[in-house]
Nanobody, 125 residues
Framework: QVQLVESGGGLVQAGGSLRLSCAASGRTSSSTAMGWFRQAPGKEREFAAAISWDGGMIYYADSVKGRFTITRDNAKNTVYLQMNGLKPEDTGVYYC??????????????????WGAGTQVTVSS
């Protein structure tokens, strides 16, 4: 089992920045791909960014490309999501996810076996 705990969410004005962190514990996920997903009120969960175990493959949703940066520090079992140029449409709960097996980072939520409880991000206009 892998436990994931997100932090770093909050309230920010449009154009501002936040840095989300996802700390992994248990049977750590340092050798598996991890991703960030988000869910706005009344909408389905959607992919934001994903990173391979070694950081060599990174993917972003078109909606965040150029504004968000995903990184990981395997020594700290932590994945980060740096969010710049935030927009009101970025508002939602942000979830960290980890795959249970080796495999590439992907955008499909069903490919991820472990999920954190989420952290709220609110962007005011």
């Amino acid at each position: 089992q892998v436990q994931l705990v997100e932090s770093g969410g909050g309230l920010v004005q449009a154009g501002g920045s936040l840095r989300l962190s996802c700390a992994a514990s248990g049977r750590t996920s340092s050798s598996t791909a991890m991703g960030w997903f988000r869910q706005a009120p009344g909408k389905e969960r959607e992919f934001a960014a994903a990173i391979s175990w070694d950081g060599g493959m990174i993917y972003y949703a078109d909606s965040v490309k150029g504004r968000f940066t995903i990184t990981r520090d395997n020594a700290k079992n932590t994945v980060y999501l740096q969010m710049n140029g935030l927009k009101p449409e970025d508002t939602g709960v942000y979830y960290c996810a980890a795959r249970s097996t080796t495999g590439p980072p992907v955008a499909m939520a069903y490919a991820y076996a472990y999920w954190g409880a989420g952290t709220q991000v609110t962007v005011s206009s």
